[in-house]
Each structure stands twice: as structure tokens, then as C-alpha cells.
């Protein structure tokens, strides 16, 4: 039976960490993650949980000692925030290529300089090619059901790879709201018991783990891990689909709202998907025809089905809360164009920079966005392709 | 309540507007509404001015922006007057609660021109009273409750004693004169409302 509570993104992930009592946790705090490692440490002094919790001294330290547990046969989680997060750098490459299941809560906050507490996701973009999958959230209900999720991904045979739940921080990790939680039984069924195939502490069956590798043989193990990529797309629809017949809720690769029949359509990531389909009701009462593409999962790139989910719209605005530094667009700009283009659709598109530092993004934003995008098609009118929102000039 | 309400929150850091803000969501959930209660940070240091803003809605809550139009403000500290258009956006037929010994005719000339219902309550009196020390987060969630008519008052004075209980568990000795100060509040504002309609009202 599903409860009614409430309370925040921070709350409800620790809540999802309590139900599923990982075997190990280090972490080191930082803004706005820090709550996290502090509610799961009250949890367990509390004796509601028995994880082992390591106070490390750094997020490269507890990424490390999240590997080292992983590696040794134990189910390993840690959580972090945006200089924390590029600390463990190194440390992420190692749990992605060494196929570690282990998992991250992200809470989304700009990276330095200037220096700002805020959200964007400058962190987990940057981390967007070190081989992790990546699932982020719109609010807190999605913030828990995406980690209890998490296990069954990673820990799937056909995957073995980390995992990294993304939420806004602040925005969503700091608001409270309204949530339905699962019974303790129903998630400790849900993500099972981990028995790893092959690990450290198993005499029987002594394996290495990270070992030097001649470049005879770099490729094929790189193109391995590849694979295992691509194969976690089938297995994140599969638990997806599990965990609506159990919970009701629950998209797939991404949520498609009134995007069937829309002209113009945005595709968006996180928090501002809600505030986006807000605008998308007010606009649809005017009768405009619009609607939001909200992409759940950014890794594995889910580039040709967003590319058909698209391609007919006359417009589509693409959202990026992060410079990329590319200078021609935004991470998800520059992918979701580059599947259009092998996907051979000619639909116009628009990459906007958005909330950078945690500037805010409001329903007159998004319905400005829609705005520019039919007035271009209307009037035939140029529209800069790579633009930011709310800038001053 | 029936309409959706928007409230912002002007407080300094350590003063608990924050706390209030999410105390608000926390009790009006109790009434099976839909509740959001966020903060908004500047700088991370005690006396900054900080925001922080409730929707509450018989509807799901999607939005995820700051409120611009709110329909009550509530000043936590009044020398934030002179610094913030706290009126800012505020709508015409909204409220603006202030948390001063003045009266309304004395601090409406700081209100930028706002028209609309002001209430000012003496938080710091209340809390002296009922505490023993200044804690005005109790006495501005009490009056925010009052004027918004965001819950019945009776309901909001048994909820709040469990939400005290939970949130004072190892301070137990300072419920009692938080609930003083909850309905020394309700009585101190409460002659300043007689015959207005709630914001909440259709």
C-alpha cells in the first residue's frame, strides 16, 4: 500500500536509501547533497538501516571506497554535489570501466567559478562521458522512484555498470511536496538481494580488479563496456515497467507531454520540465499546439527515439542548464542535433542555455521559448540557434 | 480552503522563515492539500536577507519557479523594509503580514504605495511572552495561517502540537510555550480580520 507523505528531494532519496539498506556508504559532505549522507547516518544510528556508513575525507576518497566495496562483493553507494562531484573524476572513469554497479545520488549544483551554491547541471554534464548511466528527476517523487530503481539497472547482468540519480538541487532537493512512498516490503522485493557474479572476497573464485591492460587488448575491453551501455537501455525499460505495475508511476526513457500532435515542442531536463508543462496547459487553452519532451535518462543517449519523438514538430526547443564550452551548444543541443541529422529529420531546431546558477525559469520563460519558435515559423523569420534565456546584455 | 494561495517569505538567515515556510507546507498537507515549501539562498551566512516561498493547492504542483505574484508576503524582519521591496509583485487583493511593534498607518508608508491588507503583530512581544526568548518563526506561521484561511484554525492548533513534538523531540520543554505563542498570535490578530474574507476564499 502506497503512502501519502511529504517531504523533500533530500528526504525522500535517504528514505529510498533506508528501504533498500545498501551494504556500504562513504561519503563527504557538500551543498546541497550533504543532507543526504546525514539523514542515512541518523537512519543507521537510529538502528533503522545497518549499512556501513565511511566518513571519508574527500569525494575522491569516497569514491574510491565505494569502488573498493563494490569491488569486494558489497552492494555501494555514495552521494555528492558539483565540486564533489569533479573531485571523483578519475574515480568515476574507474567504476564505469572496472563495470562496478554502484550508485550515485547527484545532487545537481553548479560548478566554479563564480563560486554559487546553486542549481544547474554543469556537474553531472561534466560527467556525462565517463561511461555512468545517468537518470534524472523532475521532483522528489521522482527523485525516489528512480533510485529504487537504481539496483535493478545497474546490477543487471547485461549491464554491470554505475549509476548516477540526478535532482535539482535545492529547487527539488530542498523543497518540500507531496510524495507516495512504497512499503519498506515492497521495495526490499522490488531491488532483491545483490549476489555479484564474480568479486574480491570470494577465495573460491579469485578474480583482479583494475589491472594494467597492453594495448592489445584496451579496445575490445572499452568496446565491451560500450556494449553494456547500449544493452542498459533494454534493461532500464524493463524495470521501468516493472516498477509502474507496482507503483502506478514511471516513464521510460523519457515523458512525452502533448507532444503527439504539437508544432512546437521543448525538450527539457529536470525541475523545469514541470514549469514547462505548466506553460504547456496555458498555451494549450489558447489553442496553441505545444507540448514538452521531458528526457529522463541522458546516458545511455536515447538519440533516435527522441529524434522520432520530434521530428514532426515544426519547431523544437532544446534546453541545456549548462554551458558545454563547445561554443555551438549545449551538451543536450549539440546530441539531440547531431540524431536528427543521422536520423535524417529536418525539423528546426533551437538550443537555449537556461538557469545557470540557479537563475530561475519561469512558465513566462518557457512560453516565451514557444513564443519565438512559432513566430520564426510563421514569419519565416531567422532565429539565432544557440541563444541564452533571461541573460542581460 | 479553496483557492490557490502563493505566499513569499522575507526573513534573514537564522531566523527561521525557512523553517517556517516548510512548517506551513507541513501543516496544510495535514488538510490533504497539494503543498510546496522551498527556500531561496543567497549568500550562506547568518542576517543575509533570505526568501522562501509555499504554493498549496487542491491540485498537483508542477511549477518549480520562485512566486512572483504572491498573494501574502510575510516579513519576518522588519528592517528588511528599507532594503527589500518586500511588496514587490504582491497582489492587489493579496495581504502583506509585517512582524513589528508598529501599527499599519506607520509602516504602510514603507510599503512602496502597496494598497492592499496590511497586518502588522508585535512577534517579538508574543515570543518574549510565551518563550522566554525570540523565536518569531511560531507567531508569523500562526498569523500567516490567520489571515490566509488556509486551514481551520482548531485544526492547525492540534496539528502543530504533533509537529512540535516531532520536531522538538529532544527539547520537549519548549512545545508548550510554542504553542503559547501559536495562539497568543491567532488572538492578537484576530480583531484586525473580523469581517475580512480569508485569501483562500472563493
Not at chain 1, 311 to 320: F, G, L, P, T, W
Amino acid at each position: 500500500m502506497a503512502r501519502k507523505d511529504r517531504m523533500s528531494g533530500n528526504e525522500a532519496v535517504s528514505y529510498a536509501i533506508r528501504q533498500i539498506n545498501p551494504d556500504v556508504m562513504p561519503a563527504f559532505p557538500i551543498t546541497p547533497s550533504t543532507e543526504i549522507p546525514q539523514m542515512v547516518s541518523t537512519y543507521i544510528a537510529n538502528g533503522q538501516m545497518d549499512t556501513e556508513f565511511i566518513p571519508v575525507e574527500s569525494e575522491h576518497s569516497s569514491m574510491s571506497a565505494t569502488i573498493g566495496a563494490e569491488a569486494a562483493g558489497a552492494r555501494s553507494l555514495t552521494a555528492t554535489s558539483s565540486a564533489g562531484l569533479a573531485l571523483m573524476w578519475e574515480e568515476l572513469l574507474l567504476a564505469a570501466s572496472n563495470r562496478m554497479p554502484c550508485a550515485l545520488a547527484l545532487v545537481n549544483r553548479t560548478l566554479s567559478g563564480p563560486l554559487n551554491i546553486n542549481c544547474d547541471h554543469s556537474d553531472g554534464m561534466g560527467a556525462r562521458d565517463t561511461g555512468w548511466i545517468q537518470i534524472y528527476a523532475e521532483n522528489n517523487q521522482e527523485a525516489y522512484d528512480n533510485f529504487i530503481q537504481a539496483y535493478p539497472i545497474a546490477e543487471d547482468p547485461r549491464v554491470h555498470l554505475p549509476i548516477m540519480i540526478c535532482q535539482d538541487g535545492f529547487i527539488t532537493s530542498h523543497a518540500v511536496e507531496n510524495i507516495e512512498l512504497l512499503e519498506d516490503k515492497e521495495v526490499k522485493e522490488f531491488v532483491g538481494e545483490y549476489h555479484p557474479e564474480e568479486f574480491l572476497l570470494n577465495p573460491g573464485k579469485p578474480i583482479a580488479v583494475g589491472p594494467y591492460a597492453v594495448s592489445n587488448y584496451v579496445m575490445e575491453a572499452r568496446r565491451n563496456q560500450l556494449e553494456a551501455l547500449e544493452r542498459s537501455k533494454e534493461v532500464i525499460l524493463e524495470v521501468a515497467d516493472k516498477f509502474r505495475q507496482l507503483s502506478g508511476r514511471g516513464f521510460g526513457l523519457f515523458e512525452e507531454y502533448k507532444t503527439e500532435d504539437a508544432d512546437y515542442i521543448m525538450v527539457i531536463i529536470g525541475s523545469a520540465a514541470g514549469t514547462a508543462k505548466e506553460a504547456v496547459d496555458q498555451l494549450r487553452e489558447k489553442g496553441k499546439k505545444v507540448g514538452v519532451l521531458k528526457l529522463r535518462v541522458f546516458r545511455p543517449f536515447p538519440a533516435e527515439e527522441i529524434a522520432n519523438a520530434i521530428r514532426h514538430a515544426k519547431a523544437v526547443a532544446i534546453m541545456d542548464r549548462t554551458e558545454s564550452y563547445n561554443t555551438h551548444g549545449g551538451p543536450l543541443g549539440s546530441e539531440i542535433e547531431a540524431g536528427l541529422y543521422r536520423a535524417k529529420a529536418t525539423v528546426m531546431a533551437v538550443n537555449y542555455i537556461y538557469g545557470l546558477g540557479g537563475r530561475d525559469f519561469t512558465v513566462d520563460h518557457a512560453a516565451s521559448v514557444f513564443a519565438e519558435l512559432e513566430s520564426a515559423v510563421e514569419n519565416e523569420t531567422e532565429v539565432k540557434q544557440y541563444q541564452y534565456i533571461g541573460l542581460r546584455e | 480552503m479553496s483557492k490557490d494561495l502563493e505566499i513569499r517569505w522575507h526573513g534573514r538567515g537564522g531566523q527561521g522563515a525557512k523553517t517556517a515556510a516548510l512548517l506551513l507546507a507541513d501543516v496544510a498537507f495535514s488538510t490533504g492539500a497539494h503543498v510546496q515549501g522551498f527556500p531561496e539562498y543567497g549568500p550562506e551566512r547568518m542576517g543575509a536577507p533570505i526568501t522562501a516561498y509555499n504554493r498549496i493547492s487542491r491540485k498537483p504542483i508542477r511549477v518549480h519557479s520562485n512566486i512572483y505574484d504572491p498573494d501574502l508576503v510575510m516579513v519576518v524582519d522588519e528592517t528588511l523594509l528599507e532594503s527589500v521591496n518586500v511588496t514587490a509583485g504582491l497582489k492587489p487583493d493579496g495581504a502583506i503580514v509585517i512582524n513589528t511593534p508598529k501599527s499599519v498607518e506607520e509602516v504602510r508608508p514603507l510599503l512602496q504605495g502597496y494598497e492592499g491588507n496590511v497586518y502588522t503583530i508585535d512577534a517579538r512581544k508574543i515570543s518574549v511572552d510565551a518563550l522566554g526568548k525570540y523565536f518569531p518563526n511560531s507567531p508569523m506561521l500562526a498569523a500567516a495561517v490567520a489571515v490566509s484561511g488556509v486551514m481551520d484554525q482548531k485544526d492547525f492548533i492540534e496539528q502543530m502540537r504533533g509537529s512540535y513534538k516531532h520536531k522538538f523531540a529532544k527539547k520537549p520543554e519548549v512545545i508548550d510555550g510554542n504553542m503559547r505563542a501559536l495562539t497568543l498570535t491567532l488572538d492578537a490578530i484576530a480583531p484586525a480580520l473580523s469581517g475580512k474574507k480569508p485569501l483562500c476564499a472563493e
